[in-house]
């Protein structure tokens, strides 16, 4: 019984590696977009929009 040799073992860990490195990031970049980023931004326009209903600017 011989042991089949080991081929592209290296190649495709590399593989899988970047391919889950490239998903976790993009995922996270959505997430800090669309969770933190937008609501954020909308808050502080929604802020200015009252200052300036105000007239306190």
């Not at 977009?33 to 326009?45: I, L, S």
């Amino acid at each position: 019984m011989a042991i089949a040799p080991i081929t592209g073992m290296f190649r495709r860990q590399l593989i899988k590696d970047l391919s889950i490195c490239f998903g976790l990031g993009i995922g996270g970049g959505y997430w800090w977009w669309y969770g933190y980023h937008v609501p954020a931004v909308q808050h502080r326009d929604a802020y200015y929009r009252k200052l300036e209903a105000e007239g306190l600017e």
